[in-house]
């Protein structure tokens, strides 16, 4: 299973959600898998995607979050798995794509083991491992959430290069998706930014 091959499957599986990715394969493998959703795609802000995504569950309690975190953002977000087991937003499924590298910035290995569903078992969070897209549909569903699922990949092929994302952009749109209703958060996007900004 590759990256792209993995977001399609939490994407299936969770059709109404709100995806929130970290920067690299994370955000590269959600565009292309969603023809570019209405995603909140962070682009540079490395070891931040968990923190943001469990804001975005507590503050929109009615919709399901999935965060799609690379393994080395996760490592350097580590402490957000402990706010994560303190917050226990229901709504939260948090999908950390394991492949052993830090692979954009040169292919380095992470040189230390994630051990991620080991630290959720520790943490006493529900946690599975899940290496088909059979395992991550089955998962998905029947683990309670929040849930911590480790994918692990053994297929690094890269989704792709990602187009520029420009942050306005795909905070507009991510605001419009989190707002509307729950059918509608992965259905064809609005084209661009609303006539007059946000103004929060
Ligand atoms: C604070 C910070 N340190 C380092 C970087 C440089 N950097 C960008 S992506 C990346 C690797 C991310 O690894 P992972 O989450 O596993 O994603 P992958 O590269 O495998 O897609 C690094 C080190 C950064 N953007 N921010």
Redesign the pocket.
């Known amino acids: 299973m590759d ?1 792209t091959q993995a977001v399609r499957a939490l994407l299936r599986v969770t059709p109404d959600a709100l995806f929130v990715s ?5 955000t ?1 493998a959600l565009r292309a898998a969603s023809d570019d959703g209405p995603h909140l795609y962070l682009s ?4 931040s995607a968990l923190a943001v995504a469990i804001g975005i569950a507590e503050k929109r309690p009615e919709r399901r979050v999935v965060a799609i ?8 977000g580590a402490g957000s798995l402990w706010s994560l087991a303190g917050i226990r937003p229901p709504n939260l499924l948090v999908a950390i ?1 394991a ?1 052993g ?5 040169g292919g ?1 290995r ?1 040189g230390v083991p994630g051990v991620f569903t080991g630290v959720a078992d520790a943490l006493g969070l529900a946690g599975g491992v899940a290496q088909t897209e059979a395992e991550i549909a089955d998962k998905a569903v029947t683990l309670a959430w929040p849930v911590l699922l480790e994918i692990r990949l053994d297929d ?1 092929s890269w989704p792709g290069p990602s187009p520029f994302v420009d942050p306005a952009v795909v905070r507009w749109r991510f605001e419009a998706a989190a707002s509307a209703g729950v059918s509608s958060t992965n259905a064809p996007r609005p084209s661009g930014p609303p006539a007059k900004g946000p103004s929060d």
Request: glycine share 18%.
């Open positions: 990256p970290s920067l690299g394969t994370a590269s540079g802000s490395m070891g975190l690379g393994d080395g953002e996760t490592l350097m794509l492949d590298y830090y692979s954009i910035t380095q992470l690094r």
